[in-house]
T-cell receptor, first 110, second 108 residues
Framework: DAMVIQNPRYQVTQFGKPVTLSCSQT?????MYWYQQKSSQAPKLLFH???????NEADTPDNFQSRRPNTSFCFLDIRSPGLGDAAMYLC?????????FGSGTQLSVL | GQQVMQIPQYQHVQEGEDFTTYCNSSTTLSNIQWYKQRPGGHPVFLIQLVKSGEVKKQKRLTFQFGEAKKNSSLHITATQTTDVGTYFCGGSNYKLTFGKGTLLTVNP
């Protein structure tokens, strides 16, 4: 029944080693988002897609990239993870009235 | 850009006490949404308010949207341990800007 699915739940990477986080949705929603949430902080929007149109937040570092090959899938690529990128990464879709969040991927950087 | 402030940042209550969190925006919002995030979980949608002065209730939760559509509040009557979590407000429409949230802890 999961509608926004994120894999894996936990991801460990090494400093500077590229990592990709995955998100899929069964809701057929046009808008998909990636949020970064650090401990005890609010989710911070990194970027979103409106269909295939990519929208980057002004303060999102260049180190973060995203791909959306089709409606169902969206990927977050971190090209050279730093220690400061350790966080929960939340994928979400917009259902016309509300956000549907995935369970998130907790990223650790060693 | 739009800024959304939430107070208090933390609130600890005894079970059975009431709880209120407040949300203030620097700009007029077309709507406001509230989400709850349990510890270790992801945000879950609670409600959306659209109209000026709107009040909505969900069991023990009461949500208000200010007349000027720049502030909102969430009030929980007689808190229970299941209410523990962080409550976020966010506006507007599909590109939500979240407040910092209020972490509620409840002592049984």
């Amino acid at each position: 029944d999961a509608m926004v699915i994120q894999n894996p739940r936990y991801q460990v990477t090494q400093f500077g080693k590229p990592v990709t986080l995955s998100c899929s949705q069964t809701l057929n929603h046009n808008v998909m988002y990636w949020y970064q949430q650090k401990s005890s902080q609010a989710p911070k929007l990194l970027f979103h897609y409106y269909d295939k149109d990519f929208n980057n937040e002004a303060d999102t570092p260049d180190n973060f990239q995203s791909r959306r090959p089709n409606t169902s899938f969206c990927f977050l690529d971190i090209r050279s993870p730093g220690l400061g990128d350790a966080a929960m990464y939340l994928c979400a879709t917009w259902g016309g009235e509300k956000l549907f969040f995935g369970s998130g991927t907790q990223l650790s950087v060693l | 850009g739009q800024q959304v402030m939430q107070i208090p940042q933390y609130q600890h209550v005894q079970e059975g006490e009431d709880f209120t969190t407040y949300c203030n925006s620097s700009t007029t919002l077309s709507n406001i949404q509230w989400y709850k995030q349990r510890p270790g979980g992801h945000p879950v949608f609670l409600i959306q308010l659209v109209k000026s002065g709107e009040v909505k209730k969900q069991k023990r939760l009461t949500f208000q949207f200010g007349e000027a559509k720049k502030n909102s509040s969430l009030h929980i009557t007689a808190t229970q341990t299941t209410d523990v979590g962080t409550y976020f407000c966010g506006g507007s429409n599909y590109k939500l800007t979240f407040g910092k949230g209020t972490l509620l802890t409840v002592n049984p």
